[in-house]
């Protein structure tokens, strides 16, 4: 289009489409760059020889925002007065214009789009491109063994792991559109200037230094549009996924190369690397492990050299008849959580009434290894297994909060937990595919009493009694915990102390075989630290045995026909056993228990297959404690299924 004469009123700007915007030359020398900004707002940019009036975002079909425009457009122009003092009007068709360019940006043109359209798609054609570029390097790419995508992106100086399909990633796709927007922008904004020096050069009258020494208006970033940010964010998924190297992430702890390594998770990324001969901090770009981190999670401090736990013994609360067992079973549970275990971890319990400071104490202990911004969650909110496995994916230490009888079925999740099993869930709106959350976890719960009474959950556990607190022992929450803030970069240091030891020992170590359970690898762990934990050797043996054969009584205190079949086996020998069917064993059971309130108890076995089950849940501390049952080798009777039953020395 051709610029009219300036008193004409058919006139119509000149416009000029760009790669990012439209150039519209108005009457008077007026300059207006209209850009994308958001879905609802564009970024208009006006000048007049040399003035650059600062670029600001609207809606052009507001009459109300096309009103700012003149308003400002007028006010940085038209400075210069007449000799009566009056402002001169050096743009005295500017509303008109401005209307115009309205009009214009909102009319069809060829191809059935507006310029507004088209400026809209291709800014979002554009946007999501660049989003996309920001995946390529130095930003890498991989895939997880159970196919998650995530990418290594730079952020302040130091290296990020985030998940690709996740909010950590879309903002970071925002902030670093928006930088590198921010750098664009001003390189645009250095364009417009040299371009406006160069009219003013070709115009008589106008000083071009003047216009060089004017301030720089530089555009702010603008929205980018949600769809942009999905498709990019789809695109660079399937990319990791499919053209990405597999490697895996670590929450919080990882080994490698015969070190373990602990994330700070702060700012700058950094971890703490432990080796046999003792620990040291390092930068992100040291970590040769893919550290992963949960919103939730809250960094560690420095640790420091010459730390004591015998601070941490003066914020928590022991027996005192079995101070030095229960604390060792503490420790030993805390260092075995800064280092991977290659069998199940065990599950600390810490059992008290009411005043014993037990959740205090349960924060305590996950704060030494696993800060979170979060409170450890009560077990009702574990009833649901997608609730657990969630936040197994976003803590290291799973702790529970006043429990008062774990259920069956969170009992049995509990236990994968511990040993690292995964669970499969299926994603929403479909029922083909599903996502899978792993993860092997440490565990620290609490309660009043009996709080786990499965068999299968009391062989991983560490019990605690918890004694009450005098009243003139009591303290402020505020003081207890500014204590703990104090002393506790002390006390990680002396537990990281303990791992340097644990690596230094552990090929050295060979368990007893009647110290040997199904905590085998954490047992030859916590004796391989004790000697840099400050404790005299065979401590943590003794108070192993002693929570070991808890676990096994308060197993078996849960299923009461316990003792007739202890009573029983212990009246046949191996070469003499008792051999019976189910059916025919429940009749000796029942009639080898002579209390009838026992016997009408709902734990009681009432049918063959229930009585096959306790003796399934049981099993091990019944053969702690000499009992042997086990199917006989003889073909199936006539009777039914044939079972031998008999008794031996205990193992332990």
């Known amino acids: 289009m051709s610029t009219a004469n300036n008193n004409n009123n058919d006139f119509q700007p000149e ?46 079909y507001s009459p109300h925002f096309r009103g700012e425009l003149v308003k400002m457009a007028r006010e940085n122009i038209n400075t210069n007065k007449d000799d009566k003092g009056n402002k001169i009007d050096h743009i005295p068709h500017i509303e008109e214009d401005i209307g115009k360019v309205a009009s214009l940006l909102s009319v069809r043109m060829g191809g059935g789009k507006s310029l507004h359209e088209k400026l809209t798609d291709t800014v979002r054609r554009t946007m999501t491109e660049q989003l996309i570029m920001l995946a390529k390097e130095p930003t890498i790419l991989f895939k997880t063994p159970e196919k998650v995508a995530h990418a290594v992106v730079g952020r ?104 373990i390594y602990l994330d700070l998770c702060n700012d700058a990324w950094e971890a703490i690397r432990v080796t046999a001969g003792g620990w040291e901090v390092i930068p992100s770009e040291e970590v040769p492990v893919r550290f992963v981190r949960s919103v939730y999670m809250s960094p560690l401090p420095y640790p420091a050299r010459d730390g004591s736990l015998d601070d941490l013994k003066a914020l928590i609360t022991i027996p005192e008849a079995t101070s030095e067992e229960s604390f060792s079973l503490i420790t030993s549970w805390l260092v075995q959580a800064l280092a991977p275990c290659p069998g199940d971890y065990p599950i600390l319990v810490l059992l008290g009434s009411h005043g014993t400071s037990k959740t205090t104490q349960t924060e305590i202990l996950r704060t030494l290894v696993d800060p979170l911004a979060s409170d450890h969650e009560p077990e009702e909110s574990y009833y649901s297994v997608h609730n657990l496995f969630v936040d197994v994916e ?7 909060d006043n429990v008062d009888t774990l259920p069956s079925k969170l009992s049995n999740n509990l236990a994968r937990i511990s040993s690292g099993a995964g669970m499969k869930l299926r994603e929403f709106f479909t029922m083909r595919e599903s996502t899978v959350f792993k993860g092997k976890r440490p565990i620290i719960l609490n309660g009043i009493s009996q709080v786990v009474r499965k068999s299968d959950i009391l062989s991983r556990c560490l019990l605690i009694d918890l004694p009450p607190i005098p009243n003139k022992y009591r303290r402020k929450d505020r003081e207890l915990w500014a204590e703990f803030k104090e002393k506790q970069p002390g006390i990680l240091g002396a537990l990281l102390d303990g791992v340097a030891a644990g690596l230094a020992n552990r090929e050295s170590v060979v368990l007893a075989d009647e110290h040997k359970s199904r905590l085998i690898d954490f047992d030859e762990w916590a004796v391989a630290c004790e000697p840099g934990l400050g404790l005299e050797s065979g401590t943590y043996v003794q108070a192993r045995h002693g929570s070991r054969e808890r676990s096994s009584a308060e197993a078996l205190e849960a299923q009461p026909a316990w003792l007739a079949i202890h009573d029983i086996a212990h009246k046949h020998t191996e070469d003499k056993p008792l051999v019976v069917t189910m059916k025919e064993l429940l009749e000796k059971v029942n009639d080898e228990e002579e209390d009838d309130h026992i016997k009408h108890s709902k734990e009681w076995p009432k049918t063959p297959e229930k009585l096959r089950a306790v003796l399934r849940a049981i099993a091990q501390p019944l053969s702690e404690r000499g009992v042997c049952f086990d199917k006989a080798q003889e073909e199936r009777s006539e009777r039914g299924q044939l079972y031998k039953l008999y008794g031996t020395k205990a193992d332990s």
Request: no cysteine; hydrophobic share 40%; net charge negative.
């Open 15 to 60: 416009v000029t489409e760009r790669d990012e915007d439209i150039l519209f030359k108005l009457r008077d020398d007026v300059y207006v760059s209209v850009a994308f900004a958001s879905e609802t707002k564009l970024r208009f940019e006006m000048w007049r020889q040399t003035v650059l009036i600062p670029p600001t975002d609207g809606n052009p």
């Open 156 to 259: 302040m100086g130091h290296a990020e792991v985030i998940p690709v399909d996740s909010t950590q990633f879309r903002r970071w796709l925002r902030e670093e559109w928006k930088r590198r927007e921010k750098e664009r922008l001003t390189e645009v904004a250095e364009r417009n200037r040299e371009r406006a020096i160069e009219m003013a050069d070709a115009m008589t009258g106008v000083d071009a230094e003047e216009l060089k020494k004017a301030p720089q208006n530089v555009g702010r970033p603008g929205v980018v549009p949600p769809p942009a940010i999905a498709t990019a964010v789809e695109e660079i998924k399937d990319r990791a996924i499919e053209y990405g190297p597999t490697e895996e992430v670590y929450l919080r702890v990882a080994g490698h190369d015969e070190a």
């Open 394 to 400: 976003k803590s290291w230490i799973l702790a529970i």
